[in-house]
């Protein structure tokens, strides 16, 4: 079940302004706003257990194209081994070494291998997967659409027809390539999940126990530091997402929504968040909006506070359910905390 289409769309809006992410057939290219590109390859459509290859490159001349290739595995967590056959043979030393979560199993291929494999993509017809150290089936990640996703990697980062092209190559020399956009720097406070709430300020919204599944606290709150609360509120709840409007309440105890995105049609005056939390000993506030209980699309933020505004420092959406854990999802925005 997907939480409702209204505040789906809430919290996706509630973003930077970024290029829309491209699909070519089983290929799916994004680039964020400090044009670091990612194109993810998945399995067909109705594949499982799916598998898929990340490969994400940095803007500028210098930046090499870095690729990672993930099975769906039930055999546990800690170190593992995943087979690679390209075009039905072993690719490079035909097994790597790859960590597992116990639900990906994850190899980041080697600089000189990565480099192999990016030039051999271009024109393969298949590539398989598999996990060898324990009894796991092949898996086929579909290479339709390949071609023209890494394309599209080289044309927005101006690497098309130089010598540092995946596909689109040509004569013009590295320094022809633009150094990368400057990362927008966000000086941020630390922030504390409270363990228990402090009384509510006046002004403070109810929530609705009846819309976010009978829960018996539909607040919480965090210490910004000087005074400042942020409170969350939940709103309205799905299966397995829980949307929250945020606020913050100062030292005074004035509260204050913090205000959504100028295309933000929710309809309310607060930002909306799905499913918000706090790492201990970060300085964001994350969210993680699931497109299904897999958790295998959907998208993913990060928010900080710079003393008197909350901003987003990290957004990545993944917008085919098809397998791809939340951590390869294509980048769309990021911003380097102090």
Same mark, same amino acid.
């Given at each position: 079940?997907?939480?409702?289409?209204?505040?789906?769309?809430?919290?996706?809006?509630?973003?930077?302004?970024?290029?829309?992410?491209?699909?070519?057939?089983?290929?799916?290219?994004?680039?964020?706003?400090?044009?670091?590109?990612?194109?993810?390859?998945?399995?067909?459509?109705?594949?499982?257990?799916?598998?898929?290859?990340?490969?994400?490159?940095?803007?500028?001349?210098?930046?090499?194209?870095?690729?990672?290739? *993930?099975?769906?595995?039930?055999?546990?967590?800690?170190?593992?081994?995943?087979?690679?056959?390209?075009?039905?043979?072993?690719?490079?030393?035909?097994?790597?070494?790859?960590?597992?979560?116990?639900?990906?199993?994850?190899?980041?291929?080697?600089?000189?291998?990565?480099?192999?494999?990016?030039?051999?993509?271009?024109?393969?017809?298949?590539?398989?997967?598999?996990?060898?150290? *324990?009894?796991?089936?092949?898996?086929?990640?579909?290479?339709?659409?390949?071609?023209?996703?890494?394309?599209?990697?080289?044309?927005?980062?101006?690497?098309?027809?130089?010598?540092?092209?995946?596909?689109?190559?040509?004569?013009?020399?590295?320094?022809?390539?633009?150094?990368?956009?400057?990362?927008?720097?966000?000086?941020?406070?630390?922030?504390?999940?409270?363990?228990?709430?402090?009384?509510?300020?006046?002004?403070?919204?109810?929530?609705?126990?009846?819309?976010?599944?009978?829960m018996d606290d539909t607040r919480f709150a965090i210490d910004l530091g000087d005074g400042h609360t942020l409170w969350a509120v939940c709103e309205s709840a799905g299966a397995y997402n829980y949307g929250y409007s945020?606020?913050?309440?100062?030292?005074?105890?004035? *509260?204050?929504?913090?205000?959504?995105p100028k295309e933000n049609n929710w309809g309310g005056d607060a930002l909306v968040l799905v499913n918000p939390y706090a790492p201990e000993g970060e300085k964001v506030l994350s969210a993680f909006n699931k497109g299904?209980?897999?958790?295998?699309?959907?998208?993913?933020?990060?928010?900080?506070?710079?003393?008197?505004?909350?901003?987003?420092?990290?957004?990545?959406?993944?917008?085919?359910?098809?397998? *791809?854990?939340?951590?390869?999802?294509?980048?769309?925005?990021?911003?380097?905390?102090?």
């Amino acid at each position: 079940m997907r939480l409702s289409a209204a505040l789906l769309t809430a919290t996706i809006l509630a973003v930077p302004a970024h290029a829309e992410n491209k699909s070519f057939k089983d290929w799916l290219v994004g680039c964020d706003n400090v044009l670091a590109c990612t194109a993810v390859g998945m399995s067909g459509d109705e594949a499982y257990p799916p598998g898929y290859v990340r490969v994400m490159r940095q803007a500028g001349p210098d930046a090499a194209a870095e690729v990672r290739l *993930v099975v769906m595995t039930e055999g546990g967590e800690g170190g593992a081994k995943l087979s690679v056959v390209l075009d039905g043979k072993p690719f490079g030393a035909g097994t790597f070494d790859a960590a597992s979560d116990g639900t990906w199993a994850r190899v980041d291929l080697p600089a000189a291998d990565a480099a192999k494999f990016i030039a051999a993509l271009g024109n393969a017809r298949s590539l398989k997967l598999k996990r060898v150290d *324990v009894a796991e089936a092949e898996i086929a990640v579909s290479l339709n659409g390949s071609s023209a996703a890494l394309r599209y990697m080289d044309a927005e980062q101006k690497r098309d027809g130089g010598v540092t092209a995946i596909v689109a190559r040509g004569d013009k020399p590295k320094s022809a390539v633009p150094a990368a956009p400057a990362t927008p720097v966000v000086k941020a406070t630390a922030m504390k999940v409270l363990e228990t709430n402090p009384p509510a300020p006046k002004g403070l919204p109810e929530g609705n126990p009846e819309d976010c599944n009978g829960m018996d606290d539909t607040r919480f709150a965090i210490d910004l530091g000087d005074g400042h609360t942020l409170w969350a509120v939940c709103e309205s709840a799905g299966a397995y997402n829980y949307g929250y409007s945020i606020y913050i309440a100062d030292k005074a105890g004035k *509260v204050t929504p913090v205000p959504p995105p100028k295309e933000n049609n929710w309809g309310g005056d607060a930002l909306v968040l799905v499913n918000p939390y706090a790492p201990e000993g970060e300085k964001v506030l994350s969210a993680f909006n699931k497109g299904r209980g897999l958790g295998d699309c959907g998208d993913s933020q990060s928010w900080a506070w710079t003393g008197d505004k909350l901003v987003m420092v990290r957004m990545s959406e993944m917008d085919e359910c098809r397998g *791809v854990g939340e951590e390869d999802w294509i980048g769309v925005y990021k911003a380097e905390i102090r």
